[in-house]
């Protein structure tokens, strides 16, 4: 069974902090995401990474960073927490084959900013 | 026009019924579709992909139309456990590794 987690499920933060998730998997995917979702608007594609120190901006960059050390742990970086990141943040890992396309979620991480 | 839109309901339906809703996708080049459900505080998990040939799990049925752009899902027999936030996505919207995701569709499904 493919696993995603995430360091936290509920993280309270105040503006300016400087905040880090951690997003880890254990089947050896190639492909990592962070997205974040807000009522209304769906998932929306934050940074994702298709191998180790390998990222690429998704729809919504701005204010966010990412690290790929290993190719398990892909890791979001809010340098300088704002309220309007208050949000669920959801990681996920992807396996593409010639007979697969599944994209496995983490539990999710609820940020609030204070 | 967005990449992947959907109704967000909800749509309510009594227990047994069957429902249908649809997803229009802006890319006339993608082949392939995902439905994803997503239970209330939950992450989204793959319910079942979509070809041209359409897909058929169970209960679920799942088309695509490519000359009108658009896939359904369809349920039929709905249970109280079919309640959740169904979730649209292009797979491959542009070429590369990035996925599109609708904002969802609520369904609940009552007594």
């Known amino acids: 069974d493919v696993k995603v987690t995430q360091s936290s499920r509920y993280l309270v933060k105040r503006t300016g902090e400087k905040v880090f998730l951690e997003c880890v998997q254990d089947m050896d995917h190639e492909n990592m995401f962070w997205y974040r979702q807000d009522p209304g608007l769906g998932l929306r594609l934050i940074y994702f990474?298709?191998?180790?120190?390998?990222?690429e901006k998704g729809d919504i960059p701005e204010g966010y960073s990412v690290s790929r050390e290993k190719k398990e742990r892909f890791s979001l970086i809010l340098e300088s927490a704002s309220t309007n990141q208050t949000s669920m943040y959801l990681c996920?890992?992807?396996?593409?084959?010639?007979?697969?396309?599944?994209?496995?979620f983490g539990p999710g991480t609820r940020l609030t900013v204070l | 026009r967005k990449e992947v839109e959907q109704d967000p309901g909800p749509f309510n339906v009594p227990e047994g019924a069957t429902v249908a809703f649809n997803c229009t996708y802006s890319n006339s080049a993608s082949q392939s579709f995902f439905w994803y459900r997503q239970d209330c505080r939950k992450e989204p998990k793959l319910l079942m992909s979509v070809y041209s040939s359409g897909n058929e799990d169970g209960r679920f049925t799942a088309q695509l139309n490519r000359a009108s752009q658009y896939i359904s899902l369809l349920i039929r027999d709905s249970k109280l456990s079919d309640s959740a936030t169904y979730l649209c996505v292009d797979p491959n919207p542009g070429g590369g590794n990035k996925l599109t995701f609708g904002t969802g569709t609520q369904l609940k499904v009552e007594l």
């Open positions: 996920a890992s992807r396996i593409r084959t010639s007979g697969t396309d599944t994209q496995y």
């Open positions: 990474s298709y191998d180790v120190k390998m990222k």
